[in-house]
């Protein structure tokens, strides 16, 4: 099965049912459909010929979706970008993927004259391994890196979480996560394979807002990362949507007393804690029943799937042995787009015709099987869901001629999980302050790549090997934090 | 420009902005906060904080929507209307 024809199947089955809602507006499966298949008709008079990427850089929005589609109905692959980054990296990764055309704030109107015009346009003839997105993620070194997912990743990948969720043409999803993420885009394909109804928001900022259009909209799935559910336990007391039938959770686990909190708020719903990664998009979800049980485990594989924990030589370890997470299963992504070596340090052959995933992810089970995360491989530090290399931070900060050495971590942060801080040395005989660094990230990064605590010292501590230790920083800052 | 306008924009520039409102960062009064990408999530946490702490309003969970927070002229209404409001209540308690 291809992307486009969950869009497409629905339509058919049921053309007036409501889409997607957006900026008050209300596109049918039949409107949607065929908004979609007319941005195809201008892709394809604009040159655009299957196995070409197109890159979208847009908030959510109902162009977004319909370019999506259109990309794909004209045979392309479809790139979103995700409207919070800076221009040099959306510059970046449009680079990176070799895209043909960019659209992006300046030009959205030409998707909206497209998706109203005349001519449609029937779609490519593709196979369901043909490539249909890049999602682009964090490499280790803050570059980009595309995760090439095909028609069968991303559409086993919607049946299987349809499947646990227990989704119907009924439901109504509301998504304020970004679509360049597979988490959001999710959304998308699972709602459009059953029929439902989606809620694109463009952001988390206004959580009362929020829950004002869930009660007035029905709505009855909410997925979550959780600093939404932070804000959400902050800023919209005492609200009620009684017709909400489940939440998720995903990017990073839930600490006890909002998990607790968010039950309590929506006393009907289920609440589902799932873990995945862009290369597998998801990998295991915790079937709500046993969260009172064990509350700190992601749970089972995805129906149809598999996820075990292995050792250093591949084999599968005792209960309670922490090991690498392995995923297979048609859900894991076909590679990295141009970069075949990154790719087969995560793709492994796994006997004929298959291969598993090495998530870097260090995981235990317990005696049953249920998979409990316990750490990443890496430095990555996860700011409200968004992964952020320390290294191209400290990159950014290196640049300032003041600056003698740096050292860029994460440290616990409240409603964002983690938030960056650096430590840096001033160069011998000169000054530095924390304003002039903060300054100069924000000018070159993302607001959430710059780091909110910036302390200025004599030396910084290192490893046994002489390399900087971001672990000794951060345990120091733990440690400041909480007094003994 | 009126003082309370020129303060909250000066709040916006140097919280948000590190105090740098030119080139690509530079905003008009009308500007939405969301879609420019200068106030997030959090820093609508901040901003709250400030507006109690610097002009000792009460903001209650039903203030928290765009149309009180998201641009410097909806911040500014905002500000007025709630100092507005205490000084009303206060008559009465008086």
Not at chain 1, 154 to 170: C, F, M, P, R, V
Not at chain 1, 474 to 481: G, I, M, P, Q, V
Request: net charge negative; proline share 6%.
């Amino acid at each position: 099965m291809l992307v486009d024809d969950l869009l497409a199947a629905s339509a058919d089955r049921r053309p007036e049912k409501t889409a997607v809602i957006c900026d008050g507006e209300r596109w049918t499966y039949r409107q949607l459909d065929d908004a979609s298949s007319r941005v195809a008709a201008w892709l394809a008079d604009g040159g655009v010929v299957p196995g070409d990427r197109v890159a979208i850089w847009l908030e959510n929005s109902i162009a977004l979706v319909a370019a999506i589609f259109g990309i794909l109905k004209a045979g392309g692959i479809f790139v979103v970008i995700n409207a919070r980054v800076t221009p040099d990296h959306a510059a970046a990764v449009a680079s990176d993927s070799g895209a043909r055309i960019l659209i992006g704030r300046e030009t959205v109107s030409d998707i909206q004259s497209a998706m109203r015009g005349t001519s449609r346009r029937r779609r490519s003839s593709r196979t369901e391994n043909d490539v249909a997105a890049l999602i682009y993620t964090s490499g280790s070194t803050g570059e980009p890196k595309g995760v090439m997912l095909t028609h069968r990743n991303l559409t086993a990948a919607a049946e299987a979480i349809s499947g646990y969720l227990g989704n119907t043409e009924d439901d109504v999803i509301l998504n304020a996560l970004p679509l360049a993420f597979t988490y959001g885009l999710g959304q998308l394909t699972t709602a459009f394979g059953v029929g439902a109804t989606v809620v694109l928001e463009r952001s988390f900022a206004y959580p009362r807002a929020i829950v004002d259009t869930m009660v007035r909209e029905r709505v009855t799935g909410l997925p979550l990362v959780p600093t939404m559910a932070t804000l959400l336990l902050k800023q919209a007391n005492g609200l009620r949507v009684p017709s909400l039938r489940y939440v998720t959770n995903a990017a990073a686990a839930l600490a006890p007393a909002k998990l607790h909190g968010l039950l309590e708020r929506f006393p009907g719903a289920r609440l589902f804690s799932m873990y995945g990664q862009t290369e597998c998009q998801r990998a295991s979800y915790l079937p709500p029943e046993q969260l009172a049980v064990r509350p700190e485990s992601v749970g089972i594989p995805i129906p149809g799937t598999t996820a075990i924990v292995v050792d250093d030589f591949g084999r599968r370890v005792p209960p309670g042995v922490v090991g690498e997470l392995i995923v297979r299963g048609p859900h894991v992504m076909a590679g990295y787009w141009n970069r075949p070596a990154a790719t087969a340090s995560v793709l492994r052959p796994a006997g004929p015709g298959e291969r598993e995933l090495h998530t870097g992810d260090l995981f235990r089970a317990d005696a049953e099987g249920f998979l409990y995360f316990v750490a990443r491989a890496d430095d990555l530090i996860k700011v409200g869901g968004e992964k952020v290399a320390p290294k191209e931070i400290e990159h950014v900060i290196a640049e300032l001629p003041s600056v003698a050495d740096v050292a860029v971590f994460g440290v616990p942060d409240d409603v964002l999980g983690e938030v960056v801080a650096a430590a840096i040395t001033p160069m011998p005989g000169m000054t530095i302050s924390a304003d002039v660094v903060r300054r100069h990230c924000h000018g070159h990064l993302e607001s959430f790549k710059v780091p909110r605590d910036v302390s200025v010292r004599a030396s910084l501590p290192t490893t046994d090997t002489g390399k900087v230790s971001r672990r000794a920083l951060r345990a120091a800052a733990l440690a400041a934090e909480r007094p003994a | 420009m009126e003082p309370l306008r020129a303060e909250l924009r000066k709040f916006i520039t140097d919280n948000f902005l590190f105090g740098d409102a030119s080139g690509r960062f530079a905003f008009s009064d009308e500007d939405s906060f969301q879609e420019r990408g200068i106030v997030d999530s959090t820093g609508v946490l901040e901003l709250v904080s400030h507006l109690q702490e610097h002009y000792a309003i009460n903001i209650e969970d039903d203030d928290l929507i765009p149309d009180n927070l998201d641009s410097v002229t909806k911040v500014t209404a905002f500000v007025e209307r709630k100092r507005r409001d205490s000084e009303a209540g206060a008559r009465r308690a008086g």
